[in-house]
């Protein structure tokens, strides 16, 4: 089992799950945030952590949300794992709460 990021952390990115993994399994991308399933140790200490309540466990994703768990697989495959805690996108709080961001992902690694 592992745990998945969902559409609320689209345009956001706050990185608060970040900073409490203790095995490192977060992928940075331009404007989202993967979870490696193969990196992922099921412990759920990013879920209380996060502002937009975008993680979930696998078996507990929304249906609405069900492609994350595949992307999630497939950027954490391809995005450098993000270690530390860094400061969310700068409309973040502007994103926090809106719907149907899907549109909005950029699947490219954020370089830099």
């Not at 969902?6 to 331009?30: L, M, N, Q, R, S």
């Not at 399933?37 to 979930?56: K, L, M, N, R, S």
């Not at 507990?60 to 069900?66: D, G, I, L, N």
């Amino acid at each position: 089992m592992t745990y998945v990021v969902a559409e609320p952390c689209i345009k956001c990115k706050y990185t608060d799950c970040v900073d409490v993994c203790p095995v490192d399994c977060f992928k940075e991308g331009v404007n989202f945030l993967a979870i490696d399933p193969d990196e992922c140790i099921d412990c759920g200490a990013c879920v209380p952590e996060c502002p937009t309540e975008a993680i979930f466990e696998e078996t507990e994703v929304p249906e609405k949300w069900a492609e994350y768990v595949e992307l999630n697989a497939k950027l954490g495959a391809l995005w450098p794992v993000i270690t530390d805690k860094k400061d969310a996108l700068e409309d973040a709080d502007e994103w926090k709460d809106v719907a149907e961001k899907r549109e909005h992902l950029s699947d490219a690694a954020f370089e830099g």
